[in-house]
C-alpha cells in the first residue's frame, strides 16, 4: 500500500531537475535505461519505489529497486545508471540529503540504548538495505506535504528527523551514525577525501594525507580502502578523469589543456587513462559530450 502510494506520489512530483518544494528532497522519474554516467555519490538517503538501478564504487557493485534504500556517507565518485525503466514502466525514486548536525543531534538525544553503539572500526561509505514500513510510512508522509503547502514548513523538518532516526536505528545504522560522530573513522576519511578533491590536480603524498586526517599511514590505508573501496592515488585519478571529462563539455577542442589542468604532464597517460574509465579517447568522448552532456547521476535513485 505505501509502495503504490509512492510510486503516485513520485510521478506526479517529478521535475526535469529533480528538485521539490521541501529543502533536500529530490524526486527522479526515467523513462528509459541510460548508458553508465560519472558523478560524485553526496552523503544521502535514496529510496527506489519503482525500477532498478546499478552504481559502481571503484570495485563495488550496488543494485538497488523497489522497496530498497542506498545510503551513502562520503561524497565518493561513482558511476551509476538506471537498469530497468521504460515510457510505461518510469524509474522512480526518492532522494533526502543527509545532514550530520542532524544526525549529530538526534544521537545526543536518544536515550540510553535507544540508538545502537557505533562500531569499531570504519565501515563501507554505500551499503543498500530493503526498506522497512516505518521507513516507507515516514517517506510517504513527507510527500504528501508537496500537496500540502500549509503543513510543510512545520512538518517536514519533523518528518525528515524522523527518516533520518529510522536510518540509525536501521539495518545501515552503523553507516549513519559514523556521520553524526566528530571523531569516527569515517569522519577522518571525510576529512581526507575532502583534502583531495580540493587538491587533486597536484601531486600527493599518502603520508602527508594521513597525517592531515590525524591517523597513521597504516590505519589511514586500511580505513580509507573501506570506506571507498579505494586506495587514496586511485580516488584522486578518479576524480582527475571526472573532472576532465566535465572540462571537456565546455572545451572540447582542448585536450591537451584539459588534461593538464586536472594534473597529468603526459597526454598519452591522460588519454590512455581516460579511454580506460570512460570506453572513449578524450577526443571522441568530448565530440560526444558536444551533443549529450555528462548527467550527474549519482546514489540518488
Known sequence: MH???????????????????IDGVLISKVERPDPPSPSMSGT??????????RLALGERVHEYGARQYLVASVDLPVTGHFTE???????????????????AELLLQAGPGDAPRAGQGALPAIAVSDAPRELLDAVVRLLRLLDRPRDRTVLAPLIKREIVWRLITGEQGGIVRQLGLADSSLSHVARAVRWIRDHYAEAIRVEDVARLSGMSVSAFYRNFQAVTAMSPIQFQKQIRLQEARLLLATHCDDITGVGHRVGYDSPSQFSREYRRQFGAPPSQDAANLRHTPPVAAGALP
Open 85 to 103: 525503466a521504460g515510457p510505461g514502466h518510469p524509474a522512480l525514486g526518492f532522494g533526502l540529503t543527509l545532514d550530520p548536525s542532524t544526525i
Open 44 to 53: 544521502v538517503l535514496a529510496v527506489i519505489a519503482q525500477g532498478a538501478k
Open 3 to 21: 509502495l503504490d502510494e509512492l510510486c503516485t506520489l513520485l510521478d506526479r512530483h517529478a521535475r526535469p531537475d529533480w528538485t521539490t518544494a
